[in-house]
């Protein structure tokens, strides 16, 4: 998308000012105007209208703005920034581990590992992606050594200490597979031993499940027996073989309503040491009205134009308990499009790309007008020719604001979907927030494999 066609910023005049929002919840200030900085974008005059101008009682006004005076030093526990890497991403974008900027990452969440839907026995999905392809340097004849994109993955955390590394098995194209194993302690304690292959034998440092989603009381209760084997497991292990260090578990986990409240939340968060929430795709090819589809709030003035929210998921998750700093909030490196559309909140005709998303770093044309609105936290681009195509996607501008809402409510991470669709340089999502966070976590990575069957991660590599 190039930025540098007409922009309009909506809403900056609200920003710090609090306004009421439907379902019962209260808007936080979450920003002051200082933070819109480091965009790329030029901004225009601020228009005063569409958005709503009635006047904010002052003591809604909040006390003080975020900056980052107000971040807490550097400790081991820092801000995470977590992002997922999909192994097909070296043949669809030959986007390669060794394309990825570590530095303004603290972990990376490698995914998919598939699963048997019988037994619960888990393994990789693409033994050629994550095994054997031959990067530069790669011996193919050493086939006791890994290559591939999980050997990449080891050099890359002996480069960065603070990078961890977590393997995800499942995931949406996966989900029904969970539905069987998971309701026998035997299909659990398969899954668990399996799940542990992967951090022993490939060097990760923890597990992610993505089971998108349990839907009915009985398997929320499956999926808490699920992560409690989980733990277990590797609390095991890593008594045995890694010095105690704590092996990381985490689910990537819904943001729907329906989806959410399945969940027995309580139950799982007593094993998990991070909810990745999906903040994303709120709106898309199922909807019947253009829309955001990664907002924090419910839009006040077109709520056709929000069918879900950010900040309503987060709520839900904190009233069952979960601590803010587990939480990890979801941002998409991708754009969702509607095509035959007058604009947002608007019936379509169509969508873009199939349905799928579209990269943020390959997204629109040169003629996209692009409309940032910091009441819901969310932005979009409309191109009026033919026929009319809006797309949803996040600015750097609207990711400082979402950095600024999860310093405001204490939220520990971000993490991002899909790795490879973020830009590099000034217009980086990830760097933008990474940036704008004060200091990321430091906490050091596992190096030490000593049950490997790879001789190379073994032998750390010497
Ligand atoms: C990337 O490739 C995989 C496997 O070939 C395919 O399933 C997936 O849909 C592709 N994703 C995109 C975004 O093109
Ligand atoms: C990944 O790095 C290689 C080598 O520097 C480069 O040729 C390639 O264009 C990069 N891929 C992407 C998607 O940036
Ligand atoms: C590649 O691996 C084979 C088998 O282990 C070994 O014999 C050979 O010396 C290695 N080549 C190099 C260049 O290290
Ligand atoms: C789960 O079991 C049911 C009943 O046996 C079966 O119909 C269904 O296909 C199974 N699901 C999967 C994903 O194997
Ligand atoms: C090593 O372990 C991994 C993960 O458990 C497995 O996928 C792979 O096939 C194993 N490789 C060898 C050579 O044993
Ligand atoms: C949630 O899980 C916990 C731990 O297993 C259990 O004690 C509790 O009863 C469950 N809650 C519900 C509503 O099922
Ligand atoms: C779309 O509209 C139809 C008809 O009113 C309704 O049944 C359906 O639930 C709507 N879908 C969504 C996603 O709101
Ligand atoms: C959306 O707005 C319309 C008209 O402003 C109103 O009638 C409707 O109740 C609103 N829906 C929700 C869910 O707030
Ligand atoms: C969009 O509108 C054009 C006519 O303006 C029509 O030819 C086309 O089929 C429409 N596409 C969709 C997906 O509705
Ligand atoms: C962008 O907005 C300007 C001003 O409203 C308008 O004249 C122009 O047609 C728009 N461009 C596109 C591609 O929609």
Redesign the pocket.
């Given at each position: 998308m190039k930025l540098t066609?007409?922009i309009t910023i909506l809403g900056l005049s609200l920003l710090g000012n609090t306004a009421t929002v439907p379902l019962g919840q209260k808007r936080s200030g979450v920003a002051g105007t200082t933070a819109i900085s480091s965009a790329a974008v030029s901004s225009s005059p601020v228009p005063r209208s569409p958005v709503p101008s009635s006047p904010v009682p002052s003591s809604a006004v909040p006390s003080r703005t975020v900056s980052r005076a107000v971040v807490p030093t550097a400790t081991a526990s820092g801000f995470r920034s977590v992002a997922y890497y999909a192994d097909w991403d070296i043949y669809n974008t030959s986007y390669f581990v060794t394309n990825i900027t570590a530095s303004t990452l603290t972990h990376l969440v490698y995914c998919f590992a598939d699963l048997d839907a019988n037994t619960g026995s888990v393994s990789v999905s693409d033994a050629w992606a994550d095994l054997q392809y031959p990067y530069p340097g790669d011996n193919q004849s050493d086939t006791s050594s890994v290559a591939g994109n999980v050997k990449q993955l080891y050099l890359l955390k002996q480069q960065n200490r603070n990078l961890k590394t977590i393997f995800s098995i499942g995931g949406y194209s996966w989900a029904s597979k969970f539905e069987n194993f998971t309701l026998t302690a035997q299909g659990r304690q398969t899954f668990a031993q399996s799940a542990l292959l992967l951090i022993q034998n490939l060097g990760f440092d923890g597990i992610d499940i993505d089971w998108e989603y349990p839907s009915d009381p009985e398997h929320a209760q499956a999926m808490v027996l699920l992560l409690e084997e989980l733990r277990t497991t590797l609390d095991t292990y890593s008594a045995q073989y890694a010095h105690g260090t704590h092996l990381l578990l985490s689910v990537a986990a819904p943001a729907g309503p329906a989806n959410y409240e399945a969940l027995n939340i309580t139950g799982m968060d007593q094993y998990l040491d991070m909810w990745n929430i999906m903040a994303y795709d709120y709106a898309g090819s199922w909807s019947n009205y253009t829309g955001d589809h990664a907002n924090v709030y419910p839009s006040q003035s077109n709520n056709n134009s929000t069918p879900g929210h950010t900040d309503g998921a987060i709520s839900y998750y904190l009233s069952q308990g979960v601590a803010a700093k587990k939480i990890n909030f979801g941002m998409p490196l991708y754009g969702r499009s509607f095509t035959n559309t007058s604009g947002l909140g608007l019936p379509f005709g169509g969508v873009g790309s199939n349905g799928q998303g579209i990269n943020y770093n390959v997204l629109g044309g040169p003629?996209?007008?692009i409309t940032e609105m910091a009441d819901v936290i969310a932005s979009y681009s409309?191109?009026?020719?033919n026929g009319g195509t809006l797309t949803s996607f996040d600015t750097p501008n609207i990711a400082l604001l979402k950095a600024q809402y999860m310093l405001e409510k204490g939220i520990g991470g971000a993490m991002y979907w899909e790795l490879s669709g973020d830009k590099t340089g000034p217009e980086s999502i990830i760097a933008t927030v990474a940036n704008s966070v004060g200091n990321l976590d430091q906490t050091l990575n596992l190096l030490s494999y000593p049950q490997s069957n790879y001789t190379n991660i073994k032998n750390k590599m010497n």
């Open positions: 066609s007409a003629n996209a007008n409309y191109d009026s020719t």
